[in-house]
Each structure stands twice: as C-alpha cells, then as structure tokens.
T-cell receptor
Framework: EAQVTQNPRYLITVTGKKLTVTCSQNMNHEYMSWYRQDPGLGLRQIYYSMNVEVTDKGDVPEGYKVSRKEKRNFPLILESPSPNQTSLYFC??????????????FGPGTRLLVL | SQQGEEDPQALSIQEGENATMNCSYKTSINNLQWYRQNSGRGLVHLILIRSNEREKHSGRLRVTLDTSKKSSSLLITASRAADTASYFCATGQTGANNLFFGTGTRLTVIP
C-alpha cells in the first residue's frame, strides 16, 4: 500500500531534550516536506527536500533540522525543543516534475507537546 | 502572505444540501489543489486543477478556477454527514517549489 508513515504519532517531552520524528514514504517520490499545523494558522512549511541530499528552508525553519540521506526517509530533528514547538506535525511527499508542484501525500501526523 | 485564503472559515449545512467553498490567491499559479482533513488527521488530496483548466469534476465534487480573478471554488453536491471535515486549498505558484496552503474552511454537515 502506498503510504507515508510517521513515528511517533504522539510525543510528550521536556524543553531542551533532543528528539527526532521519522518520516518514510514507499512511493519513490522525489519531493518531501514537513509542515506544522497550529489553530488559526493553517499549514506552515518547515523544510522541504527536492531529492537526496537537497534540502531547503520553508516558512518556519527556526529550531528545526532535517536530512535526506535516502530517498524514502526525511527525518525532522528538534535539537532543543521549546514549548512554542508544541504543534501537530505532518510529513508529505510527492513526485516532482518540471518544477511543478504535484499532488502531495500526507502522513497521519505527529502530535508533539513540549513541557 | 503567499497563502490562499478560504471563504467562509466555517460552514454548517443540512445533509443533502450543496456546500460551496471559495479560495482566493494573489500570485500566478501552475495549479490549484483541494485537500480534505478529518479532525487531527492527515490531509487527503481531493482534486487538482491546472492553470489552463476552468472546471473539473470528481464524483460529487466540482472545482472551478478563474485565473483572471485569482479564485477557485469547491462545490460538494448532495452533502453527507461523512463530508464533515476541514477543506484546504493549496496553490502551486509559478516559480516556487512548494504548495502554499490556506487556513481552511470547516464544513459541518448536520444529519
């Protein structure tokens, strides 16, 4: 089954404790992206990647890191989480064709609470 | 902001009625997409309309695009309680690598 998986689905942590949220897709997509969703603000892009070893900042990259060592995986790293990073996080992937944005497939979300 | 803006923010209708949601945007686009999100879950793609298309259908969904007015509408006909969700438009803007999502319309269909 074609899908995007994220782990963990729920996470409670404390300020400053490094964490990683994993994202994996099995559709051989070039493009992968991380979003956060907060009430009243819609989806805001954190980082994206257009292929292996190619990553770039989205709208709200501060406090986050990503890597793209393999095509299927795109982990999101919070080196020193703070309470303002409490949010619902989504990973998404899509094909990338001729610079045009195609249909994105979303993971189920990771709900993060930073105390 | 590069985001699209949906209108209305919230919509409540009776089952069987039609629901119309609108999306406005500010820049030139390659395509415009509509997504659905059930509460707290991942977004699911509904339909993509390209900049050279004016109307597209998928089952009970009808999407229109007016690039001169920089707007799109999503019509759900004969709504069902199961259509209750948030609906987002996302624009694939010319020269940009990403989709830009609006803040969504919350649709409630009352049985």
């Amino acid at each position: 089954e074609a899908q995007v998986t994220q782990n963990p689905r729920y996470l409670i942590t404390v300020t400053g404790k490094k964490l990683t949220v994993t994202c994996s897709q099995n559709m051989n997509h070039e493009y992968m992206s991380w979003y956060r969703q907060d009430p009243g603000l819609g989806l805001r892009q954190i980082y994206y990647s257009m292929n292996v070893e190619v990553t770039d900042k989205g709208d709200v990259p501060e406090g986050y890191k990503v890597s793209r060592k393999e095509k299927r995986n795109f982990p999101l790293i919070l080196e020193s989480p703070s309470p303002n990073q409490t949010s619902l996080y989504f990973c998404a992937s899509s094909f990338w064709s001729s610079g045009k944005q195609e249909t994105q497939y979303f993971g189920p979300g990771t709900r993060l609470l930073v105390l | 902001s590069q985001q699209g803006e949906e209108d209305p923010q919230a919509l409540s209708i009776q089952e069987g009625e039609n629901a119309t949601m609108n999306c406005s945007y500010k820049t030139s686009i390659n395509n415009l997409q509509w997504y659905r999100q059930n509460s707290g879950r991942g977004l699911v793609h509904l339909i993509l309309i390209r900049s050279n298309e004016r109307e597209k259908h998928s089952g009970r969904l009808r999407v229109t695009l007016d690039t001169s007015k920089k707007s799109s509408s999503l019509l759900i006909t004969a709504s069902r309680a199961a259509d209750t969700a948030s609906y987002f438009c996302a624009t694939g803007q010319t020269g940009a690598n990403n989709l830009f999502f609006g803040t969504g319309t919350r649709l409630t269909v009352i049985p």
